[in-house]
């Protein structure tokens, strides 16, 4: 497995000290590694600003159809994170594997749980190796349960687990809205022929970064759920996804800025990029590979709906973003435009 070398560069960027002052500017330093991997820090020079801030990694990643060879790249992403002070790190939508099919994906789903083990057992062997701490939020298949399968439904489950720095899974969420769609003239996309939906809102957690609520990438189109977490008493909003490149040109940014918006928290957003190795079905030999491409641009938003942090674009490799979060700047911006107490629940009632 490559081990990347960092390249600082000299280069000073400039960024506002965001919700602290909209007058004063702060850099903001690119580090890049070469040739893999790059990490993208975002920082603000203000100590007072550093009085409250916690500081979470992102890891984007392309997965394949091969999960010995994501795990391997996931692994390297959390050493990088652990390197760079990073106190949680958000991996994406199918971290453990892209598949080319609804069948190729429920094949491989039967591997998500060693894929899993595997991660809950490097976890802790890299928090001793850097003798930090760092929990993980990432985005896996895993199969059906022995109670879906005594219904007859083997669909597998599209999760978000949330492991501890221990290796210890401390929630596991279960995706609600599946992405069925029918395009005019395009192509017909329908998740829930090999993913059961989720029945449950996921619990607000106490993490070292925050209060965080999490969602998985269709679940951002619904600002319910937002909101409900947020009445939770959410700080932090996570949408691990692999949008697609029309949907991500669209609307990416526009949901993510909106749902910090609607809620005044930290909108969390780890995208899949670039073209996915699926491989050929062998049952159609001859045929060329199938191309699946995810939209990336992963990317962090603060609770005055500003993009504080972004992933290259340009670069389809692995990519390690980071951004400090001020939660005291964050409880001034709810206490300034106070909406949730503006909430007119005599007319709406308590929906969220």
Same mark, same amino acid.
């Given at each position: 497995?490559?081990?990347?070398?960092?390249?600082?560069?000299?280069?000073?960027?400039?960024?506002?000290?965001?919700?602290?002052?909209?007058?004063?500017?702060?850099?903001?330093?690119?580090?890049?590694?070469?040739?893999?991997?790059?990490?993208?820090?975002?920082?603000?020079?203000?100590?007072?600003?550093?009085?409250?801030?916690?500081?979470?990694?992102?890891?984007?990643?392309?997965?394949?159809?091969?999960?010995?060879?994501?795990?391997?790249?996931?692994?390297?992403?959390?050493?990088?994170?652990?390197?760079?002070?990073?106190?949680?790190?958000?991996?994406?939508?199918?971290?453990?594997?892209?598949?080319?099919?609804?069948?190729?994906?429920?094949?491989?789903?039967?591997?998500?749980?060693?894929?899993?083990?595997?991660?809950?057992?490097?976890?802790?062997?890299?928090?001793?190796?850097?003798?930090?701490?760092?929990?993980?939020?990432?985005?896996?298949?895993?199969?059906?349960?022995?109670?879906?399968?005594?219904?007859?439904?083997?669909?597998?489950?599209?999760?978000?687990?949330?492991?501890?720095?221990?290796?210890?899974?401390?929630?596991?969420?279960?995706?609600?809205?599946?992405?069925?769609?029918?395009?005019?003239? !395009? /192509?017909?996309? +329908?998740?829930?022929? &090999?993913?059961? %939906?989720?029945?449950?809102? =996921?619990?607000? @957690?106490?993490?070292?970064?925050?209060?965080?609520?999490?969602?998985?990438?269709?679940?951002?189109?619904?600002?319910?759920?937002?909101?409900?977490?947020?009445?939770?008493?959410?700080?932090?909003?996570?949408?691990?996804?692999?949008?697609?490149?029309?949907?991500?040109?669209?609307?990416?940014?526009?949901?993510?800025?909106?749902?910090?918006?609607?809620?005044?928290?930290?909108?969390?957003?780890?995208?899949?990029?670039?073209?996915?190795?699926?491989?050929?079905?062998?049952?159609?030999?001859?045929?060329?590979?199938?191309?699946?491409?995810?939209?990336?641009?992963?990317?962090?938003? !603060? /609770?005055?709906? +500003?993009?504080?942090? &972004?992933?290259? %674009?340009?670069?389809?490799? =692995?990519?390690? @973003?980071?951004?400090?979060?001020?939660?005291?700047?964050?409880?001034?911006?709810?206490?300034?435009?106070?909406?949730?107490?503006?909430?007119?629940?005599?007319?709406?009632?308590?929906?969220?």
């Amino acid at each position: 497995m490559l081990k990347p070398t960092f390249k600082f560069l000299k280069t000073e960027q400039w960024t506002r000290c965001l919700f602290k002052s909209q007058k004063r500017l702060a850099p903001a330093w690119d580090l890049l590694s070469a040739p893999k991997y790059n990490r993208r820090f975002f920082y603000s020079s203000s100590s007072r600003c550093q009085e409250s801030m916690n500081r979470i990694a992102i890891g984007q990643m392309c997965s394949s159809s091969s999960l010995d060879q994501n795990l391997g790249v996931v692994k390297t992403l959390i050493d990088q994170a652990l390197a760079s002070d990073a106190k949680v790190i958000f991996f994406p939508e199918a971290a453990d594997y892209i598949s080319r099919s609804a069948s190729h994906s429920l094949e491989l789903a039967e591997k998500s749980p060693a894929f899993v083990e595997g991660l809950q057992k490097a976890i802790p062997e890299l928090c001793s190796k850097h003798q930090k701490r760092i929990d993980v939020s990432i985005g896996v298949h895993l199969p059906a349960t022995s109670s879906d399968k005594s219904q007859h439904d083997t669909r597998l489950r599209n999760c978000l687990l949330y492991i501890t720095h221990e290796g210890k899974i401390r929630q596991e969420y279960q995706k609600l809205h599946l992405f069925d769609v029918e395009v005019p003239n !395009g /192509p017909i996309l +329908k998740e829930s022929q &090999a993913v059961q %939906p989720g029945r449950a809102i =996921p619990d607000v @957690l106490d993490t070292p970064v925050g209060k965080l609520g999490s969602a998985i990438c269709f679940d951002v189109r619904f600002p319910e759920l937002a909101l409900k977490l947020r009445s939770k008493g959410a700080e932090i909003l996570c949408f691990p996804s692999a949008f697609t490149m029309k949907t991500g040109e669209a609307h990416w940014q526009l949901l993510a800025c909106a749902r910090a918006l609607d809620t005044q928290c930290y909108v969390i957003m780890p995208g899949q990029q670039g073209e996915h190795e699926v491989g050929i079905d062998p049952s159609k030999p001859g045929e060329s590979p199938l191309k699946r491409v995810s939209w990336g641009h992963s990317m962090v938003v !603060g /609770p005055w709906g +500003k993009v504080v942090a &972004a992933a290259d %674009p340009a670069n389809n490799e =692995p990519q390690l @973003l980071l951004a400090d979060l001020d939660l005291d700047a964050q409880k001034k911006i709810r206490r300034d435009m106070p909406l949730w107490e503006q909430r007119r629940r005599d007319v709406f009632g308590d929906f969220v």
